[in-house]
C-alpha cells in the first residue's frame, strides 16, 4: 500500500477529511495528515494522530517537530499527495508554488513523479470564479488529478456543485489511480 501525505485546508468539509483518513488507514495505506494553520483552529492534528497511527502536523517550527527539515521529510515520505478537502485559498498557493506554510513546502519538496490528488470543497459561487478555474486548471497541467466535486446542499445553505467527495467514493478512486 502507499504512503499518503493527506492535506488538509480549513473548511466546513474539514469533517470528512478525519474520515477518509480513518478508511484510508482501515485500507492498508500510511497516512500522515499536514493540516493548514487555519485547519487546525477547526480540527486538532491529535485527532488525526489517532485516527491513522501517524504523526499530524501543522508548523514546521511547532515545539513538538521532528526534524530540522520536516517538509522535506515529509516530501521524501509521501508517495501520494491527497488534499482533501482543498480551499480556494490551498488552490491558489498550491497553483503559484508558494511554500507559505508547511503543507506548502512539503508539497514542494516530493520528488517527481509523486502522484497528486485534489479535492476542491468550497461555496458554488467560488468554485466558478475565473482566478479558481485557472488554478486549478494550472495544476492539472502541472500534473495533479483534480477530484470533481460533487453536488447538493452546501454546510452555508446554498446547494449545487462544489461539496467535497464522500470519503468512500475518494478512496475508490485512490484505488483505481494506484491500481
Keep these: 500500500m502507499s504512503q499518503i501525505l493527506l492535506g488538509c485546508a480549513a473548511s466546513a468539509a474539514l469533517h470528512k477529511a478525519c474520515d477518509l483518513a ?4 482501515q485500507a492498508g495505506h500510511r497516512v500522515r495528515a499536514v493540516l493548514t494553520p487555519r485547519a487546525a483552529q477547526l480540527i486538532s ?26 517538509h522535506i521529510e515529509l516530501g521524501k515520505w509521501a508517495q501520494v499527495v491527497l488534499i482533501a478537502p482543498a480551499s480556494a485559498d490551498l488552490i491558489a498557493r498550491l497553483a503559484l508554488g508558494l511554500g507559505s506554510d508547511l503543507l506548502g513546502t512539503a ?3 516530493t520528488a517527481p513523479g509523486t502522484r497528486k ?9 467560488m ?6 478555474q485557472r488554478h486549478l486548471a494550472q495544476l492539472a497541467a502541472d500534473g ?5 466535486p460533487g453536488e447538493g ?4 445553505g ?5 461539496r467535497l467527495p464522500e470519503p468512500a467514493e475518494i478512496v475508490a478512486l485512490l484505488k483505481r489511480a494506484l491500481a
Design 107 to 109: 508539497v514542494l519538496a
Design 158 to 162: 446554498d446547494g449545487g456543485k462544489g
Design 117 to 125: 490528488f485534489l479535492c476542491p470543497a468550497m461555496n458554488p459561487h
Design 45 to 70: 492534528p491529535q485527532l488525526f494522530e489517532a485516527l491513522t497511527g501517524e504523526p499530524a502536523s501543522v508548523d514546521e517550527f511547532e515545539a513538538g517537530r521532528r526534524s530540522a527539515m520536516d
Design 127 to 132: 468554485l466558478v470564479q475565473p482566478p479558481i
Design 153 to 156: 446542499h452546501m454546510a452555508c
Design 144 to 148: 495533479w488529478t483534480v477530484v470533481e
Design 22 to 25: 480513518s478508511k484510508l488507514t
